[in-house]
């Protein structure tokens, strides 16, 4: 997933939809949000909101790469 993730990241870097960043480094970072979610999920699946933290997540990092004109 991280190789996936790193093309995508490369092309909105490209594209200027995402400032620049280290892509290898944002693709860990999302990996380890969505394995940190899971993993809290399947702890205590009661209490872990994962509609709601998902998307939460989404927003920060969508919100962090976006380039100022986006």
């Given at each position: 997933y991280h190789e996936r993730l790193v093309e995508l990241l490369k092309q909105g870097v490209e594209s200027a939809e995402f400032r620049a960043v280290n892509v290898h480094d944002v693709a860990s970072a999302i990996l380890a949000i969505y394995e940190g979610?899971?993993?809290?999920?399947?702890?205590?699946?009661?209490?872990?909101?994962?509609?709601?933290?998902?998307?939460?997540?989404?927003?920060?990092?969508?919100?962090?790469?976006?380039?100022?004109?986006?």
């Amino acid at each position: 997933y991280h190789e996936r993730l790193v093309e995508l990241l490369k092309q909105g870097v490209e594209s200027a939809e995402f400032r620049a960043v280290n892509v290898h480094d944002v693709a860990s970072a999302i990996l380890a949000i969505y394995e940190g979610l899971a993993l809290l999920w399947t702890v205590d699946p009661e209490k872990t909101t994962w509609g709601e933290t998902n998307q939460t997540a989404i927003r920060l990092l969508v919100n962090g790469l976006r380039t100022e004109s986006n």
